[in-house]
């Protein structure tokens, strides 16, 4: 999986309770991304990182914030979970134009 | 929204036989990419193929690209059990951190 590990790999959480998922490199790349898949929705971008400290909003970020504090370390937080954030998340990181992928965390808020 | 949107949803081919797989978008592309995700794991680059390209070979696949038609196809020749899979497009345009948008995928289903 290119040198990418999301924790933890799976989580089950209440309603309302905070969540952050942890993705982690080895490669040094610049860009890493965050997404969430869902049945008949394919991947969708939540946020993205084009550096240290630098982030950005994507497609699905309500209910989503991000922080990059060391080039390879990229934490996905939700800040009060929703039934609605049930999905399987997706840790990538960018060279050039292509993307590589963690293994996924899959998240289960009851 | 989806940039890409794949045909057909789900396929289900012989062992040998060649399975195509069809990909449309909406919006001027940089590039168009495929990826392979093999059941409870990660998205796996596959190949790119650039704007200005019209068609591209990695070993078994063969991707074409018509921009004019906004459209894409990727071929897999002599299929194997082992190329079951979802495979999905991506689209990368004028963003500047390289944002991918995927479309909602073909699930390949190759019997032996």
């Known amino acids: 999986d290119a040198g990418i590990t999301q924790s933890p790999r799976h989580k089950v959480t209440e309603t309302g309770t905070p969540v952050t998922l942890r993705c982690h490199q080895t490669?040094?790349?610049?860009?890493m991304y965050w997404y969430r898949q869902d049945p008949g929705h394919g991947l969708r971008l939540i946020h993205y990182?084009?550096?240290?400290?630098?982030?950005d909003k994507g497609e699905v970020s309500d209910g989503y914030s991000v922080s990059r504090s060391k080039t390879e370390d990229f934490l996905l937080t939700l800040e009060s979970a929703t039934s609605s954030q049930t999905s399987v998340y997706f840790c990538?990181?960018?060279?050039?134009?292509?993307?590589?992928f963690g293994p996924g965390t899959r998240l289960t808020v009851t | 929204s989806q940039q890409g949107e794949e045909d057909p949803q789900a396929l289900s081919i012989q062992e040998g036989e060649n399975a195509t797989m069809n990909c449309s978008y909406k919006?001027?592309?940089?590039?168009l990419q495929w990826y392979r995700q093999n059941s409870g794991r990660g998205l796996v680059h596959l190949i790119l193929?650039?704007?200005?390209?019209r068609e591209k070979h990695s070993g078994r696949l063969r991707v074409t690209l018509d921009t004019s038609k906004k459209s894409s196809s990727l071929l897999i020749t002599a299929s194997r059990a082992a190329d079951t899979a979802s495979y999905f497009c991506?689209?990368?345009?004028?963003?500047?951190?390289?944002?991918?948008?995927f479309g909602s995928g073909t699930q390949l289903t190759v019997l032996p």
């Open positions: 990538a990181i960018g060279a050039s134009y292509e993307q590589y």
């Open positions: 490669e040094n790349h610049r860009y």
């Open positions: 990182s084009y550096g240290v400290k630098d982030t």
């Open positions: 919006t001027s592309i940089n590039n």
């Open positions: 193929i650039r704007s200005n390209e």
């Open positions: 991506a689209t990368d345009g004028s963003g500047s951190a390289r944002q991918l948008t």
